[in-house]
């Protein structure tokens, strides 16, 4: 086989897929992109054997052909040539690659012996705009249980509710959880996607940034996300996402309004100040001045004020400050709001002048 | 004591020292600052043992007063507060800081156990110009023997002639020299700096990017830098630097000039498919065409032509790429200049344009 096509289109192929490749140490070939020629395109695919991605370049094809070559190796070359057209051409399991300037083999193998990447039966579809998705996405992520103990938290729950998509995430000491509004109605149900994959998904969709629509496909047990000519393909987590309405609070007996950035260089201060590994950071709110304080024998103290509005009691909460930081971090408005009840029960976070995002706490009961 | 200074003078007198403390990992009163309060001045000064920083903040002094703090911590704490005013107050060995919306205790250590750093009489002094000087460091300091098997060359020479001052580095695998011309005539004379006080040096040459002068002040086996209100004591290497004279070649079989740029794209994308260890790439110079070229057996081959003005034989070499790429990138001329004359004899590298520089490269025999 022979195909040519532009290095740039190649260079952003290669982007797309080339990240997915090496994540699993464990099978040298997984390390490789497949290449299969036909009919004028180019698809490229890497897999981990928890997910698959497809590329599709458009060139020009003479004949048909496969092989898989090292990913990285692949994309470092194409990505620092100096080149408009780049022909590749397949002899063996050998990869030649032509330019203007320059002749290169790639020693590539087989490409029997690249696993084969499921492909997902569409029973259901949606489609959602991307910049909102992945947006939603960064809101809520970084709350997910990464440690795997328990496979039910290690994701995202996805659940579809005819109007709208609502995300949640939890290592159950925190609770994200998003609400996207959906054009047109669809099913109510709830799948759990692993992080990871979304983790990869944000990615793509940064390097891929003009795209205009993401579809998202389900059967059973798999997720299909398809953006212009880019697929990725993944596992659903089985088991029952836990019941998290009854953590969220109701209605807090002490409500201040603070801005965000004030109060993350606050928390970040006092963080220079806390316990190492318990990472206590205490906000007392009196009147109108919050005070936030740190404290550890070997290194010192710490006591800020920030200037707050409170409706309801004074009160007093302790945080690990990195909780409230990813919280604080991830929202985007100049004030947030945060209610609290009491010291042993859970703080709620949310921006202000915006609904659909909500971040549940637990304290550092003292 | 009490000491009242802008929060911008203090974080830049600790952007400076701070970076030196905790480079000895032996001792941990190396990791501090001492601060140092008297008649309207702040002292700040850490040491690594090998070399010594000392920075002279401004502000307003009530009594007098020293101890050692953290010296990351106070510089961390410092950058992240939101406040123009810094009030600082020492009581026994702990430091307490003021500012209109925080109060903070830092625990030191007493001052009498911080090191002393020594001072330097000033025997021999020279005058640089900042900018030339960081330039003429980052143009030899990468060819320096860092491993500390031959102090000798694990820092660069600094050789004083009258109206110049010549600065050489080699690893004996490459060797760059730079010439820099003076104001005024000063004594001849050799010294040998270590390489890391260069590195420090040229990094807070970058934190004071203002700076008008650099004054460098010698006695027998010390070297004292001062900029505006920093200084930097450091032993000097003992030792004879070798006669390198005699391995510059003074004519080249084959001289080539081609594009800076276009040599380091072809290089680059050659090292992909190098040996692993020996990391060789071949030069081949035939009629208008030099032809860059590297053979792995388990990866593949490449081979890059880029256009060239040639004086002389056509001709081949063979370089470690580690080597040829680093004297690229530290040239910022458009166009280089590569004379060879055997696959066994050194090759060497010039920027077009500009006399005050060379970079002897070693070949791998074939």
Not at 4 to 16: A, R, S
Request: aromatic residues 6%.
């Amino acid at each position: 086989m022979k195909f040519i096509c532009t290095q740039e289109n190649l260079k952003k192929g290669l982007g797309v897929v080339s990240s997915l490749a090496g994540k699993n140490q464990t099978l040298p070939i997984l390390k490789n992109v497949l290449l299969e020629v036909k009919n004028n395109i180019l698809i490229l695919s890497t897999t981990n054997l928890e997910m698959g991605v497809k590329s599709i370049v458009r060139g020009k094809s003479d004949g048909e052909g496969s092989l898989s070559v090292p990913a990285k190796l692949l994309y470092d070359f194409i990505a620092n040539i100096n080149t408009d057209k780049v022909e590749l051409t397949q002899e063996g399991v050998n990869l030649h690659i032509k330019t203007d300037n320059s002749q290169t083999t790639i020693k590539g193998v087989d490409p029997t012996e690249f696993p084969l990447i499921p492909t997902v039966e569409k029973e259901k579809e949606f489609l959602l705009n991307p910049i909102d998705f992945k947006q939603a996405i960064s809101l809520v992520i970084f709350a997910v249980a990464f440690d795997n103990t328990r496979p039910e938290i290690s994701g995202v729950l996805f659940n579809w509710q005819k109007d709208k998509l609502i995300l949640a995430a939890t290592d159950s000491y925190r609770l994200a959880e998003k609400k996207l509004i959906l054009n047109g109605e669809g099913d109510d149900f709830q799948v759990i996607i692993p992080a990871f994959t979304l983790q990869e998904i944000n990615r793509i969709l940064g390097e891929l940034k003009d795209s205009q629509e993401l579809k998202i496909y389900f059967n059973q047990n798999q997720v299909l996300f398809e953006i212009d000519s880019t697929s990725l393909v993944s596992r659903l987590i089985e088991g029952e996402y836990p019941d998290y309405q009854q953590v969220i609070p109701t209605e807090s007996k002490t409500t201040i309004q603070a801005d965000r950035k004030e109060l993350i260089k606050a928390i970040k201060v006092a963080s220079f100040f806390c316990r190492q590994g318990i990472n206590d950071v205490n906000l007392k709110i009196k009147e109108n001045t919050l005070t936030i304080q740190a404290l550890n024998d070997q290194v010192g103290e710490n006591k800020t004020s920030v200037e707050i509005e409170k409706k309801g009691d004074d009160n007093e909460i302790v945080f690990n400050y990195h909780y409230i930081l990813d919280g604080l971090n991830a929202i985007s408005t100049d004030k947030v709001e945060l209610g609290i009840n009491s010291g042993s029960l859970p703080g709620i976070l949310k921006p202000i002048g915006d609904d659909s995002y909500i971040y549940i706490i637990m304290p550092i009961k003292q």
